[in-house]
């Protein structure tokens, strides 16, 4: 197979994101080593790199740029056309911990962050007094201290990746998913992918692959060990998990969108094919649950007691209550010049579109459908309902302005291209993070410590992350389990499967259980855990060891830490 034709027709797909320049870059197989760069067998087809990525969210894209950074050569693959995963394609704003800003993630994250600062400050009418702001917002969402458009979040990383696809070092496959895989005792061997435009099948090999699909494509198709679902207390000894565990019983996915509003118009949108079932439906919980899903009053995360909001498209606050539309705003009109934005724009990930009535893991094709399908019902009819039906403060009823913004998230239909996902297959790991080890309220039983409780201090930290234990309703009928934790660390053993030797986690599908996932799932720990594999592969590599043995050998593991330290990762939080 002529490689030039192969290439153009991967290409043609919806595959290779790369310049014009990049056929030629590419090493030919049996070219000579130095060269350090992806390489194509002439005769197959096949891409051969020192990893292979599966899945370019936050993880997927810290892994690759944390192994080029090394000098490894990187192919990466992405099932949908946009890279960043929840971030972008599932147009989720950053959720943060307050210290971000100085610490508390890789500085490459840190980095990204403020790219995206100066892409507003650079491009965007922002006014006077916030071009002087170094901790800029550009939504002034208060769901985060950083809310933007996944738009320019999608910019800043296809900026941050550009060197290394134009000098041949990086191949990303875009619309390509994992398929099948071929195994060799413990070792994967290759992955083979699928372009979802065309149907061809492009084969990869690589020493080590990462997997940092949104929920695990990779565990299934290479036999490595993973769990899923809710564990027991008896299992686990977490103090908030259930009596029985349940493998099924997950978090629920939400199809989110964006709105803004326009003053005078009318934008609603055609009646929702299942919308008097969705404007009907009340959850049915183990705990209570506040009347109906499309209501503005639900759940307290923390409580579990009736909490109501308001929802007002022109940011107005109501009786002191919290208005939706400014939770997860990411234009904020007023921060840039007089008349330049109309409306504020805003995202909706709320309680009112989580969908509940069926899981997306270990399904068929037919039944993630489905339930995709019915999720995307859901959200069109918060859209139908918001313009039509939702209280005002005036006594009536719908914002008919309020608007679906398909050009912010580059769908046809107004919705995200994918779901965010809270909740993957979780690799059976060397070494598992439980709530005993960042739980405030375990963690102080544990410890007898109340005040200045810290938590579990991990010999392998190849990290740090920060969030409450965050967990949405679940298929298995749940309520929310939101409770605080404590500033913690990453532990390398919770990145290496049990028995699989070369094939790595960097998303939500590490080492934690059902309960520890709700603090180890935010965009910045997605990161550090992508950095680390990234490099944890590198210095693998450049040992001739594997993973496994870095983690055994405490000189090893510490000439790694080091390394970590010196690229700018954290391993342990400041007194």
């Known amino acids: 197979m002529d490689r030039r034709n192969f290439l153009g027709r991967v290409a043609l797909g919806g595959g290779i994101l790369a310049s014009s320049s990049f056929y030629s870059c590419l090493s030919p197989s049996g070219s000579k080593e130095g060269n350090r760069l992806v390489q194509i067998d002439s005769a197959t087809g096949e891409l051969n790199a020192d990893i292979v990525i599966a899945g370019a969210g936050m993880g997927g ?158 565990l299934p198709l290479t036999g490595t060990e993973y769990v899923t679902g809710t564990e027991s207390k008896e299992e686990t000894g977490e103090l908030h998990a259930p009596e029985k565990g349940d493998p099924t019983n997950e978090q629920a996915f939400t199809m989110c969108f964006i709105l803004d509003y326009v003053p005078g118009e009318d934008w609603t949108i055609k009646r929702p094919e299942e919308y008097d079932f969705w404007r009907d439906y009340a959850p049915q919980m183990k705990q209570p649950w506040t009347g109906k899903l499309l209501d503005l009053s639900y759940s307290n995360p923390r409580t579990l007691e009736p909490r109501t909001l308001d929802f007002h498209p022109e940011g107005i606050n109501q009786n002191g209550r919290m208005n939706w539309w400014n939770y997860r705003k990411i234009i904020d009109r007023k921060t840039y010049e007089p008349g330049f934005f109309k409306s504020d724009l805003t995202i909706v990930n709320w309680p009112q579109n989580d969908y509940l009535l069926g899981r997306i893991i270990d399904v068929d094709d037919a039944t993630f459908k489905h339930h995709v399908d019915r999720a995307k019902q859901l959200s069109l009819s918060l859209v139908y309902w918001l313009q039509t039906e939702v209280p005002r403060p005036d006594g009536g009823k719908g914002w008919p302005g309020v608007r679906l913004r398909c050009d912010a998230v580059g769908t046809d239909d107004g919705l995200a291209k994918y779901p965010y996902i809270r909740e993957a297959r979780r690799i059976k790991s060397l070494f598992t993070v439980k709530e005993e080890h960042v739980g405030v309220e375990q963690r102080s039983q544990i410890t007898g410590v109340k005040d200045g409780v810290k938590c579990a201090d991990f010999f392998d930290s190849v990290g740090v992350g920060s969030y409450s234990i965050d967990l949405h309703p679940t298929t298995g009928g749940d309520n929310y389990l939101d409770c605080p934790s404590l500033p913690f660390q990453i532990p390398l053993g919770a990145l290496l499967p049990v028995r699989t030797k070369n094939l790595l986690p960097a998303n939500k599908n590490i080492g934690t259980t059902h309960i520890t996932n709700g603090c180890y799932r935010e965009h910045p720990t997605e990161w550090g855990v992508g950095e680390a594999v990234g490099a944890l592969v590198a210095f693998s590599l450049q040992r001739n060891v594997l993973p496994r043995d870095v983690r055994a050998d405490k000189g090893m593991l510490k000439e790694f830490q080091d390394m970590l330290h010196a690229q700018g990762v954290e391993t342990k939080w400041p007194d």
């Open 61 to 218: 894209c810290a892994a690759a740029m944390s192994a080029l950074k090394h000098g490894l050569t990187v192919v990466m693959t992405e099932e949908t056309d946009w890279i960043g995963g929840q971030l972008t394609q599932q147009i989720v704003p950053v959720d943060e911990h307050p210290w971000i800003n100085t610490h508390g993630a890789p500085a490459s994250y840190r980095r990204f962050r403020n790219l995206v600062r100066d892409y507003y400050k650079r491009n965007y009418p922002v006014i006077e007094e916030e071009m002087a702001n170094e901790n800029f917002n550009p939504g002034k969402g208060f769901v985060s201290n950083f809310c933007f458009e996944p738009k320019v979040g999608l910019q800043i990383l296809q900026d941050m990746l550009a060197p290394y696809i134009s000098a041949g070092k990086l191949v990303l496959l875009l619309e390509h998913k994992a398929v099948s895989a071929d195994m060799e005792g413990a070792e994967v061997k290759v992955l083979r992918v699928r372009n979802s435009r065309t149907g061809n099948v492009v084969t990869l090999k690589a020493p080590y692959f990462v997997d940092a699909t949104e929920i695990g494509d990779l």
